[in-house]
């Protein structure tokens, strides 16, 4: 598809386990953006990439929290020795690199730990 | 500290009826401000982009309003259908060589028969 596709949609797993989310960005889009939504909040900025420079870090929670970018284009999100907090939607954005352009957002994954 | 703040948290309107939702800002220097509508259980979509220089954008039944002097936004949406039950997200980008946003916590608008 054209979209922002995460996969899993859904995961649920068990405190202190570690989780890896994925997020196929739109092909050509420079700029990919993690965020994260608890339920009733507004989503939280975690982490920027764009091209090939250095990423934004400075929203991730914790060192628990991780992502890379491989080749510009794929990117995981790993959240290590999960807690219940960590329950949330996470969602994927990318965008191209011009200031005016729109972040077109995947569907996220909703992590559940229990 | 940039901060977006949206209200009402939450309406409930008739089918047909019109509605307004507010959005104010306190991000500086301003660059852009753009309303998402999100789905229940899907990513937000753009739906419009308003710069410094447009007072006023329309998207079909939404129309957007920017006062920059107050540092206010409003979407309006006019003769309201039962798919326009979503939650509306006001983010604002900050002008500079950075791509980040600040995101409102969203009116939830539902539209009722």
């Known amino acids: 598809g054209a979209g922002v596709s995460q996969s899993p949609s859904n995961k649920v797993t068990e405190k202190g386990k570690d989780v890896e989310l994925r997020c196929d960005p739109i092909?050509?889009?420079?700029?990919l953006y993690w965020y994260r939504q608890s339920l009733g909040q507004g989503l939280e900025f975690l982490i920027y990439?764009?091209?090939?420079?250095?990423?934004?870090k400075s929203g991730l929670p914790s060192d628990r929290f991780s992502a890379e970018r491989t080749g510009g284009s794929v990117s995981t999100l790993t959240i290590q020795r999960t807690q219940q907090e960590d329950s949330a939607v996470y969602l994927c954005?990318?965008?191209?690199?011009?200031?005016?352009?729109?972040?077109?957002f995947g569907d996220g994954t909703r992590l559940s730990i229990l | 500290k940039n901060q977006v703040e949206q209200s009402p948290q939450s309406l409930i309107i008739l089918e047909g009826k019109n509605c307004t939702l507010q959005?104010?800002?306190?991000?500086?220097?301003?660059?852009?401000l753009r309303w998402y509508k999100q789905d229940t259980g899907r990513g937000p979509v753009s739906l419009t982009i308003?710069?410094?220089?447009?007072n006023t954008k329309s998207n079909g039944r939404y129309t957007a309003t920017l006062d920059a002097d107050t540092k206010q936004s409003s979407l309006h949406i006019t003769a309201s259908q039962l798919s326009d039950s979503a939650s509306y997200i006001c983010?604002?980008?900050?002008?500079?060589?950075?791509?980040?946003?600040?995101f409102g916590t969203g009116t939830k608008l539902q539209v009722i028969p």
């Open positions: 954005a990318s965008s191209l690199a011009q200031v005016n352009q729109p972040q077109h």
């Open positions: 092909s050509g889009h420079t700029a």
């Open positions: 990439f764009q091209g090939n420079s250095a990423p934004d």
């Open positions: 959005c104010n800002y306190t991000v500086s220097p301003f660059s852009n």
């Open positions: 308003m710069t410094f220089s447009e």
């Open positions: 983010v604002v980008r900050a002008s500079g060589g950075y791509q980040k946003v600040t």
